[in-house]
């Protein structure tokens, strides 16, 4: 007998038709994915609390491989891919998943599964660093779609990180209505590189780790209990912009905006060919990176788009560290938009100065208004595409 996760979902006659029916509307839409995995059943428990059962798909979850390593650009496409391919099909069906996020997708090898724990239903509003801005409204398709977005920029280690970036900037756009839908961004996905397996080895802490996401996932702005090490670190959009460490972006995806031939070129291969991004667009990309770091709690991420050893890189240092140890963490830190102007530059260094507007975010206990900042950045033209040497004071 396949292994099942339950989960009681909450008490209600309305829940118990309501959970019945996402359950059959899952079932057809594996019918048109196998990577969807569907409930095997939805009861009653002696307590009353409406139940279902998951079956648990063979491998690891995205969160326990992340928690080991960074994936490679293939092996982000063959998540990406297969991830968008599911929401497709949940979509099709009139269903939104509602938590994309590293916690629901198993991987072993080129398999991938996408799992769906009803969380939909109830009063969950997704996992912070994944959830779309309008998550709190509802569960969306053109949430899932931001939600991947942010899922491959987690998993992206240094080298991919720039190229993901890049690729995903359609599906986090602000604008819920200027996403791709799930079907188109497979298909350009598909197009962007070859994929290739995810190192994941079969491990049975997978489905305690799958568990345990049905916890992470936040319910409501009461129940979230972030921990938090100020360090020297002010709580504000500025605060955020001020230890910028920057990577160079490459062109955004020309399949997502429907061209043809979307092989993007990473940092290194734009290098080679002569063709460095111009400051600007660097500047824009690596402000959008260094945010999903952020969001994302991802230290390692946010250290690899540093220039080793520069001024920008040391005053990370302690910021990652504590990122990594979990005593530092935003909880709903999205960038809204972005604008870069090139102040001056010469062949190998350039100065841009760089306005963000980002949304309201939570830090521990303290909720952190979301407003407009500019800092102008030190750029440096190196091996990997321009880097940020050093933050300027403002004039």
Not at 154 to 169: C, E, G, R
Not at 198 to 226: C, H, K, L, Q, Y
Not at 269 to 291: F, K, S, Y
């Amino acid at each position: 007998m396949a292994t099942e996760l339950e989960r009681g979902l909450g008490r209600g006659d309305g829940l118990l038709m309501s959970a019945t029916a996402r359950a059959a509307a899952l079932e057809r839409a594996h019918e048109r994915c196998s990577a969807v995995i569907a409930p095997s059943r939805v009861w009653i428990r002696p307590d009353a609390v409406v139940a279902v059962a998951v079956p648990v798909a063979p491998g690891a979850s995205l969160a326990e491989v992340r928690a080991g390593r960074a994936l490679s650009v293939g092996e982000c496409l063959t998540v990406g891919v297969a991830v968008a391919d599911a929401l497709a099909a949940l979509h099709a069906e009139r269903l939104a998943h509602g938590d994309i996020s590293a916690a629901n997708v198993m991987v072993s090898g080129r398999k991938v599964a996408l799992v769906d724990t009803m969380g939909a239903l109830g009063e969950e509003r997704g996992t912070p660093g994944f959830a779309a801005p309008e998550r709190a409204a509802g569960a969306s398709p053109a949430g899932d779609v931001f939600a991947l977005g942010m899922l491959l920029r987690f998993l992206a280690d240094a080298q991919a990180l720039p190229v993901i970036v890049a690729w995903t900037a359609p599906l986090v756009a602000a604008d819920p209505e200027s996403r791709p839908s799930a079907a188109h961004a497979a298909a350009a996905l598909a197009r962007c590189a070859p994929t290739a397996p995810v190192r994941a080895p079969e491990s049975p802490v997978a489905a305690a780790m799958r568990a345990g996401a049905v916890e992470r996932t936040t319910a409501t702005r009461r129940d979230r209990g972030w921990r938090a090490q100020k360090l020297s670190l002010r709580l504000a959009p500025l605060a955020l912009l001020a230890v910028f460490a920057a990577i160079s972006g490459p062109s955004l995806l020309p399949a997502m905006a429907g061209g043809t031939n979307p092989r993007a070129q990473s940092a290194v291969e734009v290098e080679a060919a002569g063709a460095p991004a111009a400051p600007d667009m660097a500047a824009r990309e690596l402000v959008r990176a260094r945010i999903a770091a952020l969001a994302a709690g991802d230290g390692a991420a946010l250290l690899a788009v540093s220039a080793p050893g520069s001024p920008s890189a040391q005053s990370d240092a302690a910021t990652a560290k504590a990122l990594t140890s979990g005593t530092l963490a935003f909880e709903g830190l999205v960038m809204m938009r972005a604008a870069a102007t090139t102040v001056e530059s010469t062949p190998s260094s350039a100065v841009v100065e760089v306005t963000t507007t980002l949304s309201d975010y939570r830090v521990g206990q303290e909720d952190v208004l979301g407003g407009t900042a500019t800092a102008k950045l030190e750029l440096v033209l190196t091996p990997r595409g321009w880097l940020v040497e050093r933050v300027l004071p403002q004039s």
